[in-house]
């Protein structure tokens, strides 16, 4: 996940950090489908994390944006 590469600062220099790497962090975009998302929410107010009410509402939503 990390890469390293060359730091243009020399350590002590003011403004730099005075580190020798720089640590990139890769970013990745999940997508869920409708069914997956209808999934969720079902589990969830079988679980008790949600109510009827919210369910229902949130159910609404997710295939409104279909």
Do not use: H
């Amino acid at each position: 996940m990390f890469e390293k590469v060359n730091d243009p600062c020399e350590p002590g220099k003011d403004g730099c950090g005075g580190s020798k790497e720089t640590k990139v962090v890769s970013e990745s975009t999940t997508t869920t489908t409708t069914g997956q998302e209808l999934q969720d929410l079902k589990k969830a107010r079988d679980e008790g994390a949600i109510n009827e009410q919210e369910y229902e509402a949130a159910k609404k939503k997710i295939l409104k944006e279909e």
